[in-house]
């Protein structure tokens, strides 16, 4: 944890690797404020670059990790509104499942 924390704070992941470690650490249980905080923090700079798995991922990880970050979370569900024709019936199942718990 402790070197995810410190790659995501670098700046230097891609969208696809937040958000597989944002999902792995929700599909473990594991969470810490430091490590949210650091996959909010690169997910609120690439989330313009996220296609629609790694936004609907990313939501669910911090849903199922019970981590509400507001600004993420809103920041999260606008871009995913905005793109929404670029969703399969799973991405959306998973924002809904996301919004809900």
Request: hydrophobic share 45%; aromatic share 8%; with cysteine.
């Amino acid at each position: 944890a402790v070197a995810a924390e410190k790659r995501l704070k670098s700046g230097n992941l891609s969208p696809r690797e937040i958000s597989v470690f944002a999902w792995a650490f929700a599909k473990l249980g594991f969470s810490s404020k430091p490590l949210m905080d650091a996959i909010g923090r690169a997910t609120l700079v690439k989330m313009l670059e996220f296609d629609a798995l790694q936004i609907s991922s990313t939501r669910w990880a911090f849903a199922k990790l019970r981590c509400e970050d507001r600004e993420v979370l809103e920041r999260l569900n606008q871009v995913a509104i905005q793109r929404s024709e670029e969703f399969s019936a799973r991405h959306i199942s998973n924002m809904v499942w996301s919004c809900a718990s």
